[in-house]
């Protein structure tokens, strides 16, 4: 099942690499120049970019023309400013490049220049060739200097784009580590920026958020509006990622005032666009409709870069609105131009919108083959992100910075409690500490619940977490039938993997199997891990022949998947379907069903669904009458 949330993460990092213009012979993420002068210039093109133009042309004509690295940097400005204000920028990176070609190649002016043209290199054998130069003179820089800094952004973005996590998070991490030094700087607000983009698709929100907000304190503190904005909105896909559509649609409306304050209508149209996106995942279709429309009208013309994202979600509100024809006529273009340079979660996004107006037009066989597509799109994305190692490298990294902080805070604490000794005396101190410790609870109150709730291995909701989900979406026993299908799908010969090829194999292949069940199902359906190798899903308002249709359409994308670490293993799984009407609409006689329905399954051969009425809800099941055969399932 792909959701709608993560594509929109990657949408506002491409904000992010567009304000600070990681693009095609455009200007860096930030200069990181040593010269005041330089850094002066900076903030103002942060505060308002068009405005700081006549003080960096100012600037040039008052440089003395020998100064080379003066000017080069003064150019590099004048083309960020350019960039972020939607102008040409092309003519201040060739001065750029001009002056800086006196310069040695190492210099900081000029390993900023050689990022910005390796986005021009004709092929991928150019591009790898320049990139592992980029990185060698990316490491020849002064420890815990900004330009050093930067440059680690300017990978970090390059490799996202490239949708290489692991690399990207390495230089995200060493750009927030290389700051350390320097915590009010541009240079650090970038630098943790980065990071909490990349933090918050490993899921870690709190700390995404946390670092989200040390950059916008650091926009704000220096009056840098524009940054500010990109910030707020990238902090509102985090929070909606996270859940919270309200504080999201907070986040971007307040990105949106930001940019007002410039009268920048082009960030406002982004700004819009995330509160389209946060009220349509609150079912607030009404609020939506015209920051949608606003934001499509903006964004969705075909040479835009954001033209995807906006036009499918203008056809999600379209759906929503009961006009899948309207929604399809808007989308298909734009679908039928291929992926090209789109985000893979822009255009898994685009195709799973179109398989939903297609099955709300009851297209349902163009509608499987929509989602059979999309599938496959997900899993060579998600194949991707398995191998990258992220949250290895963040937990590594986390683990450092853990500890700088503790480290900090020792030396805090220890000056407090001498203080506290000499002011405070007996039941106050107590008291204190009594307070601290209910303040740090209540502070991780949240993130211990998402843990309880969640499968680590998996990521998918627990047995516990998916049966208060259950009794949270389904209808009341009145409501039209069916409410629902309950499906208990159960892993084939899972045992004799684990024995053959290793317990990690075995973790490897219920992850995967995992990723499989969510492609396939649709976005309303609940998925979760219910034991072992055993997985449920409910399907809302579905009947039994239905549902079956949608677990063999598992079975079918389940039965492609090879494993590298376990050759000749096959995936396959037996699964059992009931509905709670065919149990005195109870829940737990519901799953009993099911499972003695998964139980016929396996006995008559695996690798098949059960439906068969003739399984009634009677109790516990018969042990089978072939010999050799325990009353326990066989795996």
């Not at 990349?198 to 709190?206: E, I, K, T």
């Not at 609020?287 to 013309?301: F, H, M, N, S, V």
């Not at 910075?401 to 101190?429: C, D, N, P, W, Y």
């Amino acid at each position: 099942m792909y959701h709608l949330r993560p594509a929109w993460l990657r949408q506002a990092f491409f904000l992010i690499a567009l304000a600070c213009a990681v693009c095609a012979g455009q200007a860096s993420a930030c200069v990181g120049s040593a010269d005041p002068l330089i850094q002066r210039l900076e903030i103002e093109v942060g505060r308002n970019p068009l405005a700081a133009l006549d003080s960096i042309a100012q600037e040039i004509a008052d440089t003395d023309p020998l100064d080379k690295r003066r000017l080069a940097e003064l150019y590099i400005v004048q083309a960020k400013a350019l960039n972020m204000g939607g102008l040409d920028s092309a003519p201040a990176l060739k001065k750029a490049r001009s002056a800086a070609s006196k310069l040695s190649e190492r210099a900081p002016a000029n390993i900023l220049l050689q990022m910005n043209a390796y986005y021009d290199l004709p092929d991928d054998r150019a591009k790898r060739k320049a990139l592992a130069s980029l990185v060698r003179s990316y490491q020849s820089l002064p420890d815990g200097s900004s330009a050093k800094t930067c440059r680690a952004v300017d990978l970090a973005f390059n490799y996202s784009f490239q949708e290489k996590p692991r690399e990207a998070f390495t230089f995200a991490s060493q750009a927030y580590l290389n700051s350390a030094d320097d915590k009010s700087s541009p240079a650090r607000a970038e630098a943790a920026s980065a990071l909490a983009y990349l933090v918050s698709n490993s899921h870690d929100f709190d700390y995404a958020k946390q670092l989200h907000s040390e950059a916008l304190a650091i926009q704000l503190k220096l009056g840098m509006s524009d940054l500010a904005a990109n910030e707020l909105l990238v902090r509102g896909y985090t929070e909606l990622k996270d859940g919270d559509w309200i504080k999201a649609v907070a986040d971007f409306r307040e990105s949106a005032k930001q940019a007002r304050s410039y009268d920048n209508q082009y960030a406002v149209d982004y700004a819009l666009l995330g509160v389209c996106q946060a009220a349509l995942e609150g079912g607030k279709i009404a609020d939506a409709a015209p920051e949608c429309e606003r934001a499509y009208q903006g964004l969705g013309k075909p040479d835009e870069a954001m033209a995807l994202p906006a036009t499918a979600l203008m056809a999600k509100l379209l759906v929503e609105r009961g006009d899948p024809g309207r929604a399809l006529a808007i989308l298909d273009p734009m679908i039928a131009k291929g992926k090209q340079e789109n985000a893979s979660d822009d255009w898994l996004l685009a195709l799973e919108i179109r398989a939903q107006a297609l099955f709300a037009l009851g297209r349902n066989a163009q509608a499987y083959e929509q989602m059979r597509e999309a599938s496959e799109a997900a899993k060579a994305f998600h194949d991707t992100e398995m191998q990258s190692g992220t949250a290895a490298l963040q937990a590594r990294f986390q683990t450092r910075e853990l500890q700088h902080r503790l480290a900090e805070e020792e030396r805090a604490s220890s000056t407090r409690l001498r203080l506290a000794i000499a002011v405070i005396a007996g039941s106050t101190t107590t008291l204190l500490l009594l307070g601290t410790l209910i303040f740090f609870l209540l502070r991780n109150r949240r993130r211990f619940r998402r843990l309880a709730m969640t499968d680590p291995l998996t990521g998918l909701a627990n047995r516990r977490a998916t049966l208060e989900r259950v009794s949270a979406s389904l209808p009341g026993p009145d409501a039209p039938q069916p409410r629902a299908s309950f499906a208990l799908l159960d892993i084939d010969h899972f045992k004799s993997c684990n024995d053959t090829f290793g317990h990690d194999a075995g973790d490897q292949v219920l992850s995967q199997f995992a990723r499989v069940v969510e492609r396939c199902v649709r976005p309303t359906d609940i998925v979760g891990r219910w034991g072992g190798e055993e997985f449920l899903v409910i399907l809302p308002a579905t009947g039994l022949e239905d549902a079956r249709d949608i677990i063999e359409r598992v079975r079918s994308e389940a039965a492609l998947e090879e494993f590298d670490f376990a050759p000749g293993y096959r995936l396959r799984f037996s699964a059992g379907i009931a509905m709670p009407s065919e149990a005195g609409g109870l829940t737990d006689a519901c799953l009993k069903l099911a499972d003695r329905r998964l139980y016929a399954a396996k006995h008559h051969g695996r690798n098949r669904t059960c439906i068969d009425a003739g399984i009634a809800w009677a109790g516990p099941p018969a042990p089978p009458s072939s010999a050799g055969s325990g009353s326990a399932r066989a795996a």
